[in-house]
């Protein structure tokens, strides 16, 4: 890493997160290579439980220490995030990667204001005075549109719209000048056009203030909307990444192809999954030593099953993991029979 | 808000006159000579009947009942058969030095409670929340007169630091906030506070870990916000709870001590209502009763209150 080649945002090599929970090691993130930089959007799409969330979480190390191994580096604008100090941490978090939540109701404090909360973290992070703070929270609500924002400083969580709170969870986000943006479906929870709504704003605010963003979603339009690439993870691996148009337009990897076909038209509904992808997802105490999509996978080959396909680039912006795609065929007969019983269903 | 308490306040009503009607027929509806402590066993029947008149027995339950609210409402709860003495005296004699040693013990439980439970509950499964919890299992499962007793036995009569029975020195007329006076408390508070102490602990090591566990703490967390600050998020998310369940036991000890009251010969409203049931003292021991629940219920009434002033969740509307 020199002066001349500045470091990425952010950036994962080898990251592997495992739980330990009743004896059972869940495998829950397994080698992800991401790098994000500058200003750029990445979206992280895929089935619910396939590692999003995890990965997110690692890369502000808010997993509990005691139960998480976490494997791998992640440097954030260079820096070794496991080699950090507490202080060197609760700097970082906050004050330069902010995060919001799905359902900002459960991420918020209920009984502090949505002000209180805010003010917090800008004295915490900015040293600031009680009533220079409140005046940089009342600019942060104004900045993500919040209607008459005097009396939303004071108002708790509860009692603001699904839309309103999300505004306020990022206006909390933003309030002390974070350089990237960690976002946990943050559309999720919401109805169909407040969410347009809410990803019009984050549009604008990353364009605004040059805000690196990690968006994380299992609806492929809203990455759409937001992000310059889009990695598709599954079983806790990235299968495939791309810029937008690129993998929107040719998809290379099976689970993408079956994601985009999976897709309604029109947007999704509120609280839509995407389910219509039959067989059910990994799991993750007992994960096969081949490809974990075989089960589910209308190419799956004898070698699927063996041999982990590793991330290989098509192009220099296009990666995909998978041995079909990148033209190895070496047919078993009999796991067709198998993959023909899945897809009767 | 102004209009929660008002509602509140009107729903107290109907809860008043439900108890007054409830301990009026315990009390009159219950076996026994009402007249037992005051005549001579081989009184006459004139006497007797002339008694009976004067005391108002002979009327119909309705009547009595009501005549007894109308006078109770004015603050006359009648005499006392026992010592002829205004019931209202003797009770609020009793109440004041019962509330007295019932603070003092729901402070002692509040402070131990409190520190046992967040500790636990931030320190889930550790050795510390065992012990604990053993504490708190014992704290409710100890019958506390026999703990009264063993602390009587080891730090009065073995030791002579303090004074085994009593409200105060003998000679003395009232409560003075002296040592002279202070140390009759002490055994017979520690002694209360032991139940508070384990429902205290239980509630709040509850709340803490029910708090720890949602999702807002990561959300702290994510804000960079340390332990110390993580740690105040939860005292404010768990307080309304920990005083609530203070308050309900701070009127559990009003009247609920009557066996550590009768223990240490503390001279309060349990103490009072031992007296009043074995000497079938009617008026007394109804309006004591009356006098207890109007406490419980105007206790409860100030802990809705004040939760929901601390407590934003809470619908005031
Ligand atoms: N703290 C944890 N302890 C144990 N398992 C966890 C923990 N957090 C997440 N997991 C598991 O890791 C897997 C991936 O979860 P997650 O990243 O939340 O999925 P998603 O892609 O839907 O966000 C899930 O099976 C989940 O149960
Ligand atoms: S590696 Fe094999 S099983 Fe996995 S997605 Fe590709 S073809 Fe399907
Ligand atoms: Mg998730």
Known sequence: ?345 | MGGYVVRRLLLTIPIMLGVALVCFMLVHLSPGDPLVSVLPPDASQALREQMISLYGFDQPYVVQFFKWLFNALQGNLGTSIATGRPVIDEVLVAAVNSLRLAVLATLLGFCFGSLFGFVAGYFQNSWIDKLASMLSIFGVSVPHYWLGMVLVIIFASQLYWLPATGGGPTGSDGWQWDWDHLQYMILPAITLSVIPTGIISRTVRAVVAETLAQEFIVGLRARGLGEAAVFRHVVKNAAPTALAVMGLQLGYLMGGSILVETVFSWPGTGLLLNTAIFQRDMPLLQGSIWVLALFFVSLNLCVDIFQALLDPRIERS
Not at chain 1, 71 to 86: F, K, P
Not at chain 1, 135 to 141: H, S
């Open chain 1, 1 to 345: 890493m020199s002066d001349l080649q500045p470091a990425a945002m952010v950036e994962t090599r080898g990251l592997k997160v495992r739980f330990e929970q009743a004896g059972k090691r869940i495998e829950a993130v397994n080698g992800v290579d991401l790098s994000v930089s500058r200003g750029e959007a990445l979206a992280l799409i895929g089935e619910s439980g396939s590692g999003k969330s995890v990965t997110l979480r690692a890369l502000m190390r808010l997993h509990p220490e005691r139960s998480t191994r976490i494997e791998g580096q992640i440097e954030i604008e260079g820096r070794e995030l496991m080699a950090m100090s507490r202080g060197e941490l609760s700097r970082l978090r906050g004050g330069e990667v902010a995060m919001i939540f799905q359902e900002p109701l459960l991420a918020l404090d209920p009984v502090y204001t949505v002000g209180q909360q805010i003010v917090e973290g800008l004295r915490r992070h900015r040293g600031l005075s009680r009533s220079e703070a409140r005046a940089r929270a009342l600019e942060a609500l104004k900045s993500v549109r919040i209607p008459s924002p005097e009396s939303r400083l004071d108002a708790y969580p509860h009692e603001m719209s699904g839309g309103m709170r999300q505004r306020a969870m990022i206006a909390l986000a933003l309030s002390c000048h974070p350089k990237l943006l960690l976002a946990d479906e943050p559309t999720t929870a919401l109805d169909a056009t407040v969410q347009i709504q809410i990803l019009i704003l984050l549009r604008e605010l990353r364009r605004e203030l040059g805000l690196a963003l990690i968006f994380v979603t299992h609806d492929i339009a809203a990455a759409a909307e937001v992000a310059d690439r889009v990695a598709v993870m599954y079983g806790g691996r990235i299968v495939e990444m791309a810029p937008v148009r690129e993998l929107l337009r040719a998809p290379r990897h099976p689970y993408t192809i079956a994601l985009l076909a999976s897709r309604p038209d029109g947007g999704l509904a509120k609280g839509k999954r995407l389910e219509t992808i039959p067989g059910s997802p990994p799991d993750l105490a007992a994960l096969p030593p081949g490809c974990a999509f075989a089960p589910r996978c209308r190419h799956a080959m004898a070698i699927c099953s063996s041999q982990l396909p590793p991330s290989e680039r098509i192009d220099s912006e296009h990666l995909v993991a998978c041995h079909w795609a990148m033209g190895r065929s070496d047919a078993d007969p009999y796991t067709q029979p198998r993959q023909e019983e899945r897809m009767d269903r």
